[in-house]
């Protein structure tokens, strides 16, 4: 019979001895395995007499015990220990940037919608805001659209249902009324452009219920159409970055400016593309004018002091233009293929020291 105290020993040197868990393993098998020298001794148990089982039979137990011990507590100690030396050999630094799984990117219309506030900004126009949702005040009657008139109908209107007053809120047509906010609440000289999203009841590959403009307005002394011409021919060539702009006004009708107009610019359709600033085609690309005195009088500013110029524009159209997207409708579908393809990293802030994209 095996000496069992060397057994013992030699069982919980090996364990001490074990430097990893492999190694332990290895010394759990050779002990407490199917073929383990433990596992023989409780095996032989069997054949004993029953005096002999007696007394041999708890200093097997407790050897057996006492060796699966030391291998639990060896494990413990080299499971914290591995632990422990992983933990010491990762470091994580908190300041990179998370690795990009599904990338977000930045809609092209909010892309462009930075490069004209910063454009804008350049040439000292401050950004103003006004609501999605509007009253019949600010979106029309302020703007000198007279009661009834066609003009409130072309707009295609989502208005609300009456509240109890009466009063019928409505989503904004245009952002024509933050012109009426602004000089509500500023006092001359005023130069602001306002970016933000305007809804009509329309829908086909040119036109959807909601899509995004930016205005411009500039009230001031002795304020001219040249000044007008100058901002925005200044405008389009940073935007569409060329030195060859060529623009010419159309006469048109709104009814929040006298004269009003709108302007096209010089642009090239061979190709199945439209380059601004070559060839000899035209392309409508806003609308503008001089403010109507009605609209200045509606706001207390006396127009025989101060005179003004404003302009409208689509936004969206101006990122399809720039960017190359074909239907006005996949701005808004929320396709991510779609976005990933024309999206921009937002990374990419349209600043005038680096370009615009
Ligand atoms: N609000 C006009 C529209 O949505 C665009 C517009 C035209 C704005 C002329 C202006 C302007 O400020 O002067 O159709």
Redesign the pocket.
Known sequence: MTDLSVLESDLLGAVAAASDLAALEEVRVSALGKHGSISALLKGMGAMSPDERKEKGPLINGLRDRVQTAIAERKAALEEAALSAKLAAERVDLTLPAPPRRKGSVHPTMQVMDELVEIFAQMGFEVAEGPDIEDDWHNFTALNFPPKHPAREM?DTFFFNPDEKGERKLLR????PV?VRTMVSQKPPIRIVAPGR?FRCDSDQTHTPMFH?I???VIDRDINMGHLKWTLETFLGRYFETDTVATRFRPHH?P??EP?AEMDVRCDRSGGEVKVGQGDSWLEI????M?HPNVLRQVGIDPNEFQG?????GVDRLAMLKYGMPDLRDMFASDTRWLQHYGFSAYAVPNAATGLD
């Open positions: 707009h047509t245009h952002t024509s012109q305007v403009q205005e411009g307005l709104f929040f400016t009003s806003l609308g503008c004018g403010v110029f404003a302009f409208g524009l």
